[in-house]
């Protein structure tokens, strides 16, 4: 059954992270009846720091303080370019804590602004690879070291962050869904929703829903997984962000073994359904969780008519309509020909 009015909450909630998570499950009507399957979204752009990375946030923050790692007033340190900072930067200021942000100085002057508007310090620093000691992660992680009642919260390999889509995100699809659930899928970046969630939906429904990994160019995850097991180098690269990886974290440590397959998704498909979910669902949502549905459509055409498939609609197109929706960058990027063209109206900047 579909609630198809306005949400209703019953009772209040405890500040901004009382307000994480119960994000609802979109039903995707028309992909659903073009495959003849049952597809969701899940709406992870709902969450009040505007993506699936304020639940990681949480998670990690909450896991440090119930250690008793982090007192009050203390310091929290993440390497992140992205949403994971967003999110941090939201749940630092809600419980008091001072948030630093170590990300690379090639990331917009955008998003350095958003985190400092949220009250972080922000370091960009140069961009050089994971291997090199001076990688923004390495120096988040000994900036933290050398502070005084602070932590590192780990992303990739802090597995308090897959715990926290174990949690939360997973018992959610499957009240949302009855426990009538045939596949899981999405993209990983640091590997925690697909672990956390994939891990929960598996235990609950005894094995019969099955997880899938969805990969964009540039990422070795696909290639992983379909080879069982073999790392192989990066090739080529996506507009994607946020996700694709070249190394098993310790968060997807915990369910790679486990999964039923991995999917390639290029960029022109990812790009092309950041313009029909648009189009045809009034959804304004980024090139990952496009990525997402694309692979939701292709793991519903594999498992048969009938089937629901879940994916999580990880955030907003607003941190990205400066390129998606600018024809000069699509051309740039060689994507202009994968909009079709009855979608060409939506590229409104020059
Ligand atoms: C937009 C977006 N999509 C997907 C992901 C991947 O999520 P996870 O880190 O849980 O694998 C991220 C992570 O930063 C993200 O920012």
Same mark, same amino acid.
């Given at each position: 059954?579909? @609630?198809?009015?306005?949400?209703?909450?019953?009772?209040?909630?405890?500040?901004?992270?009382? +307000?994480?998570?119960?994000?609802?499950?979109?039903?995707?009507?028309?992909?659903?009846?073009?495959?003849?399957?049952?597809? *969701?979204?899940?709406?992870?752009?709902?969450?009040?720091?505007?993506?699936?990375?304020?639940?990681?946030?949480?998670?990690?923050?909450?896991?440090?303080?119930?250690?008793?790692?982090?007192?009050?007033?203390? @310091?929290?340190?993440?390497?992140?370019?992205?949403? @994971?900072?967003?999110?941090?930067?939201?749940?630092?200021?809600?419980?008091? *804590?001072?948030?630093?942000?170590?990300?690379?100085?090639?990331?917009?002057?955008?998003?350095?602004?958003?985190?400092?508007?949220?009250?972080?310090?922000?370091?960009?620093?140069?961009?050089?690879?994971?291997?090199?000691?001076?990688?923004?992660?390495?120096?988040?992680?000994?900036?933290?070291?050398?502070?005084?009642?602070?932590?590192?919260?780990?992303?990739?390999?802090?597995?308090?962050?897959?715990?926290?889509?174990?949690?939360?995100?997973?018992?959610?699809?499957?009240?949302?869904?009855?426990?009538?659930?045939?596949?899981?899928?999405?993209?990983?970046?640091?590997?925690?929703?697909?672990?956390?969630?994939?891990?929960?939906?598996?235990?609950?429904?005894?094995?019969?829903?099955?997880?899938?990994?969805?990969?964009?160019?540039?990422?070795?995850?696909?290639?992983?997984?379909?080879?069982?097991?073999?790392?192989?180098?990066?090739?080529?690269?996506?507009?994607?962000?946020?996700?694709?990886?070249?190394?098993?974290?310790?968060?997807?440590?915990?369910?790679?073994?486990?999964?039923?397959?991995?999917?390639?998704?290029?960029?022109?498909?990812?790009?092309?359904?950041? *313009?029909?979910?648009?189009?045809?669902?009034?959804?304004?949502?980024?090139?990952?969780? +496009?990525?997402?549905?694309? +692979?939701?459509?292709?793991?519903?055409?594999?498992?048969?008519?009938?089937?629901?498939?879940?994916?999580?609609?990880?955030?907003? +197109?607003?941190? *990205?309509?400066?390129?998606?929706?600018?024809?000069?960058?699509?051309?740039?990027?060689?994507?202009?020909?994968?909009?079709?063209?009855?979608?060409?109206?939506?590229?409104?900047?020059?």
């Amino acid at each position: 059954m579909l @609630t198809r009015g306005f949400a209703t909450n019953a009772v209040g909630v405890d500040g901004f992270t009382g +307000a994480v998570g119960n994000t609802p499950l979109i039903y995707l009507k028309g992909l659903s009846q073009r495959t003849g399957a049952h597809i *969701y979204g899940k709406a992870e752009f709902q969450n009040p720091g505007g993506s699936v990375k304020d639940r990681a946030a949480l998670g990690v923050v909450r896991d440090a303080e119930e250690k008793g790692r982090l007192q009050p007033g203390g @310091t929290v340190v993440e390497g992140t370019a992205g949403n @994971t900072g967003i999110g941090l930067a939201h749940v630092c200021r809600a419980r008091g *804590y001072k948030c630093v942000i170590f990300m690379p100085e090639t990331q917009s002057q955008e998003k350095i602004d958003l985190l400092r508007m949220l009250g972080a310090e922000v370091h960009p620093v140069p961009a050089v690879a994971y291997d090199n000691p001076k990688n923004y992660n390495h120096l988040a992680r000994d900036y933290a070291e050398a502070t005084v009642n602070a932590i590192w919260t780990d992303q990739f390999d802090n597995t308090a962050n897959a715990s926290a889509h174990y949690l939360s995100t997973g018992p959610e699809i499957w009240a949302q869904t009855r426990g009538n659930i045939d596949g899981f899928v999405c993209s990983t970046g640091t590997g925690g929703s697909l672990a956390g969630v994939g891990k929960f939906l598996k235990e609950k429904s005894g094995g019969k829903t099955e997880v899938w990994l969805a990969d964009p160019p540039g990422s070795v995850l696909y290639s992983y997984v379909s080879s069982g097991g073999k790392l192989v180098e990066r090739t080529g690269s996506s507009i994607t962000e946020g996700i694709g990886q070249g190394r098993i974290t310790k968060n997807l440590e915990t369910i790679v073994n486990e999964l039923s397959g991995a999917l390639h998704i290029p960029d022109v498909k990812s790009i092309a359904m950041v *313009y029909e979910l648009l189009d045809s669902e009034g959804l304004y949502i980024g090139a990952s969780s +496009a990525l997402n549905v694309v +692979a939701a459509v292709e793991l519903a055409q594999k498992l048969g008519p009938g089937k629901t498939v879940v994916t999580l609609l990880c955030d907003g +197109a607003y941190r *990205y309509q400066s390129r998606l929706f600018s024809k000069k960058w699509l051309r740039a990027k060689g994507l202009e020909d994968a909009i079709p063209d009855h979608l060409k109206k939506y590229a409104v900047l020059d």
